[in-house]
């Protein structure tokens, strides 16, 4: 009867593998190092399912003893789901098998019954170990040759094995052994024992390299092998590919005399063998292919191989090709789990998992460092363990079925500002738990209040910039009339024409008082129900006698949609006034001007355009790690005004809606900056496209309102 010992601090684990568990079995149960070793000295343990949860200093003492008592029971680890550093601590201690958390009764069985089977392995290739030193022994004080022993029985109550029979348990414990070192190391000494042979030398094919080389090799010095390397496509290797036999070094000369092999590739294989030193090339296929070679050396008695040899040789290269196989599949299986594992714990991101249960299966170094909580307080505990902020997020989606995206959270209690994802874990639609993936965004935030600051203060110094050179345009004319007023007072025309000077000047500084007072002006909306064809259309029809002295045509193109919207009537007509100034007014010599009205779904394709467009960092800043499509409002109306000025440079673009901001002579500079503050307070967009000598395009997007 097998007997079992589960160690492991949590009884729903111990009742969980008693129930799953055949109920001919004797399973025994431990909470500490301590309850276990007594079990241990006790009781003769197959299988131990240790609970990796356990602390280091009760894991380290429980092994120590154990080592010392020299019991060594096969070991499966009980780990957290996707837990990378837990993993790697139970391979570290000797654990054959891991098996993750939430235990399911499915793969504990499987996995036990594994690992019963490689215990009885154990014993059987210890029990193989004594018997080859049995015949070894025998064959020291036999005189007769190794070939006899093979058809030896055993007589009456002798207990050793002949070689075919230790042979036979080799090939099925070879089988069971995935580690491809430990396969081939078994493999090597085996063959030196069995067939008394003083040079084996393990080769493997590379097919992507095309080349063969040593993997392991006896009696042969390391230095000389190193440098071994055979095409696939000549020699030995060749042959053996062609020929799927063994190649044995007496019998090249007779494939020559029969034709079947020409002398060249003859004396290349002979080279090939002589430098290996051996005197068999035994072929391991694997579905077909070549994937290695195992070359025996001469027999240290100095006798041929035999009939007898070659059968059981035969029989064991197509035993260690399936074991070669399925070690190389086990390899890159490892390995691929490996790299994800490190990936996930690698990563700079946070990873949170949870079961069905609200328990934590997953929980990154990451996400331990952001949260400065240890992976052993939270892993296959409650959720809450995490904090209330991150749990209630979490169990949202795994309860309410609501995900999130992107969305900014801050934590209570070091105000760090986080950017949560999350989504529920599904398996051919069965759902599994839910999952968390969150980044620190607080030095992106204060990277982005600095990048702010200094914009700001930007902004502020090209203000008084351009503001103090707009005062001091219109002041010069002023300050020259009141410096020549004294001495030339008697001369009326000089008075006459430098009064219409000064008085148009001072009408230009009140007209940029009453612009600025505009633009820093906080009254509010009054929004009531505005059709925008109605509103461009009277702005339209004020400057219709200015476009008619610039030579200005005028194309309007308006959809047959609705263009209702909720907005500030005055203020919007305010907005497209300035707009459309701009636009007259760089097209001094004529020109087309053309307005378009449609509406438009702000799609994907449309916030790209518009986060490309505008420049100065604000809407990229504003939106930045959020789902902007539900962030925005989806349906707009666009109004595009078009001239065919000389157009804008690229690098003046970012400039067009700063205060103040000129190229024109008798221009205050504010209407552009007037109107984006109204669109922006009527949550839309303005933005301006241009090409040099082809003219420019001014962009303004007006959401509909959800209530009309």
């Known amino acids: 009867m097998h007997s079992f010992l589960v160690v492991s601090k949590d009884n729903s684990v111990h009742n969980f593998i008693k129930n799953s568990l055949n109920r001919e079995c004797l399973i025994h149960t431990a909470k500490t190092s301590e309850e276990a070793l007594q079990i241990f000295i006790k009781r003769d343990i197959d299988v131990v399912f240790l609970d990796i949860i356990l602390s280091d200093e009760e894991r380290n003492k429980l092994f120590e003893n154990l080592w010392q008592l020299n019991i060594e029971p096969t070991i499966i680890a009980l780990v957290p789901e996707a837990q990378p550093i837990l993993s790697e601590e139970a391979l570290r201690f000797g654990a054959y098998e891991l098996l993750e958390k939430p235990l399911r009764k499915e793969a504990l069985q499987q996995a036990s019954n594994r690992a019963l089977e490689r215990q009885e392995l154990k014993r059987e290739l210890g029990f193989i170990q004594s018997q080859l030193k049995n015949l ?7 005189s007769l040759s190794n070939e006899l022993v093979f058809n030896k029985q055993p007589h009456g109550t002798d207990l050793r094995l002949t070689y075919k029979e230790v042979f036979q348990k080799f090939s099925k414990a070879l089988a069971h ?23 084996v030398v393990f080769m493997l094919v590379d097919k992507e390299g095309g080349f063969c080389r040593p993997y392991r090799c006896l009696g042969l010095d390391e230095v000389i092998t190193r440098d071994i390397c055979f095409s696939n496509n000549q020699g030995a290797i060749l042959w053996l590919t062609k020929n799927h036999q063994i190649l044995n070094k007496d019998v090249i000369d007779r494939e020559v005399e029969a034709n079947r092999l020409t002398e060249r590739k003859a004396i290349n294989i002979q080279k090939e063998m002589n430098l290996l030193q051996v005197q068999l090339c035994i072929p391991i296929f694997a579905k077909g292919s070549l994937i290695g070679v195992v070359a025996l050396g001469n027999k240290i008695t100095g006798k041929a191989y035999f009939d007898e040899d070659m059968e059981l040789l035969s029989m064991l290269a197509g035993y260690i090709g399936m074991a070669v196989e399925n070690a190389l599949l086990y390899q890159e299986v490892n390995l691929g789990k490996i790299h994800n594992e490190n990936v996930l714990e690698n990563i700079p991101c946070g990873v949170i998992a949870i079961n069905n249960d609200c328990k934590v299966n997953t929980f990154n170094k990451s996400a331990a460092n952001m949260l400065n909580i240890c992976p052993h307080d939270v892993l296959e505990k409650d ?11 979490i169990l949202r989606t795994l309860k309410d079925k609501k995900t999130y995206k992107m969305s900014e959270i801050m934590h209570p209690v070091t105000c760090s500002t986080y950017a949560v994802s999350t989504s529920l874990l599904l398996d051919k639609d069965k759902e599994l738990g839910a999952i968390m993936v969150f980044s620190d965004l607080t030095e992106i935030k204060k990277l982005e209040s600095r990048v702010k600051d200094l914009e700001r203060q930007e902004f502020y110094n090209m203000l ?4 103090a050179h707009c005062v001091k345009n219109h002041l010069v004319a002023v300050k020259t009339f009141m410096d ?5 007072l008697e001369d009326k025309e000089f008075i006459g024409q430098f009064y219409h000077v000064a008085r148009k000047e001072v009408g230009m500084l009140d007209l940029m ?8 002006e906080n009254n509010g909306l009054m929004k009531r129900k505005v059709d925008l064809r109605i509103s461009f259309d009277q702005v339209l029809e004020s400057y219709k006698e200015k476009m008619a002295e610039f030579n200005i045509s005028l194309i309007k193109k308006y959809s047959e949609e609705s263009a209702t919207t909720y907005g500030d009537c005055e203020k919007l007509e305010e907005a497209f006034s300035n707009i459309m100034l701009n636009a007259i007014e760089a097209m001094p010599d004529g020109g087309t001007l053309t307005v378009k009205l449609s509406n438009i779904l702000l799609d994907d394709k449309k916030l790209k355009e ?7 960092g604000e809407f990229s800043s504003k939106y930045h790690g959020t789902n902007m499509l539900k962030k925005l409002p989806l349906k707009y109306i666009e109004i595009l005004v078009e001239d065919t000025g000389s157009g804008i440079p690229q690098e003046k673009l970012k400039n067009v809606f700063l205060p103040f901001y000129t190229t024109k002579l008798y221009n205050v500079g504010l209407g552009l900056s007037i109107a984006q503050r109204i669109i922006k307070e009527h949550d839309g967009f303005i933005f301006v496209s241009s090409k040099e000598k082809e003219g420019s395009k001014f962009h303004v997007l007006i959401p509909i309102s959800d209530a009309l």
């Open 177 to 199: 052994v995935y580690d491809l070192e430990k396969l081939v190391d078994l493999t090597v000494e085996a063959m030196a024992e069995i067939f008394k042979v003083g040079k």
């Open 610 to 616: 518009i986060s490309n467009y505008l420049m100065n």
């Open 383 to 393: 959720v809450k363990n995490i904090g209330s902020v991150f749990a209630n997020i």
């Open 464 to 467: 008084s910039k351009n503001m």
């Open 136 to 142: 070894k022994s025998v064959s020291k004080d036999n």
């Open 484 to 488: 020549l007023f004294p001495e030339r």
């Open 513 to 520: 008082i009453k612009k600025l007072t505009i633009l820093g």
